[in-house]
T-cell receptor
Framework: GENVEQHPSTLSVQEGDSAVIKCTYS??????FPWYKQELGKGPQLIID?????GEKKDQRIAVTLNKTAKHFSLHITETQPEDSAVYFC?????????????FGPGTRLSVLP | EADIYQTPRYLVIGTGKKITLECSQT?????MYWYQQDPGMELHLIHY???????EKGDLSSESTVSRIRTEHFPLTLESARPSHTSQYLC????????????FGPGTRLTVT
């Protein structure tokens, strides 16, 4: 089955700096890679995603890159702000006859220091 | 904004009690999921459903049970709560066709004393 690794488990950056979180996956059938942000006391919220036919996607200060050959994908946050502090999860997903199956990474706790 | 709801948001209950955690979504999604989230953050899939009358066990063994009588409703039940059931429970849903995204509810924080 699919296995997703995520690094680092914790990350502290100064406000305004960039943050990068990296994930690897094992199943070449995975074709969809979402990133979630979870704030304290809330459920994970989808912030950006990428499909296997795309190498990079950007949405304002966040971007995701995908290397299918190496089976890894990364989240990039530029100009970090204190409100970016949260736990971030990556996931790898593939579709069967009944819909998408998701395998999550263990999470990265990001702290943005003012 | 995803339309998926969980009640209660917080629950403190004594050992041996029966509890039901509610999850509802108004997006017409066929597939629904329950995750248990431990203090170390990791999400563990405990149940999922492909649609009405479908329930499957996830990767993490759980003493809870689920039912899916209506598309929009996917409740989780613990017949006899124990302190080891103390955790955060997250419900999610995704459409079967034409889309890939999975949306989460706000979660239920369960404490069993």
């Amino acid at each position: 089955g699919e296995n997703v690794e995520q690094h680092p488990s914790t990350l502290s950056v100064q406000e305004g700096d960039s943050a990068v979180i990296k994930c690897t996956y094992s199943d070449s059938a995975s074709n969809y890679f979402p990133w979630y942000k979870q704030e304290l006391g809330k459920g994970p919220q989808l912030i950006i995603d990428i499909r296997s036919n795309v190498g990079e996607k950007k949405d304002q200060r966040i971007a995701v890159t995908l290397n299918k050959t190496a089976k890894h994908f990364s989240l990039h946050i530029t100009e970090t702000q204190p409100e970016d502090s949260a736990v971030y999860f990556c996931a790898a997903s593939h579709r069967d006859n009944y819909g998408q199956n998701f395998v999550f990474g263990p999470g990265t706790r990001l702290s943005v220091l003012p | 904004e995803a339309d998926i709801y969980q009640t209660p948001r917080y629950l403190v209950i004594g050992t041996g009690k029966k509890i039901t955690l509610e999850c509802s979504q108004t997006m017409g999604h066929d597939k629904m999921y329950w995750y248990q989230q431990d203090p170390g953050m990791e999400l563990h899939l405990i149940h999922y459903s492909y649609g009405v009358n479908s329930t499957e066990k996830g990767d993490l063994s759980s003493e809870s049970t689920v039912s899916r009588i209506r598309t929009e409703h996917f409740p989780l039940t613990l017949e006899s709560a124990r302190p080891s059931h103390t955790s955060q429970y997250l419900c999610a849903s995704s459409p079967q066709t034409f889309s890939y995204e999975q949306y989460f509810g706000p979660g239920t924080r369960l404490t069993v004393t």
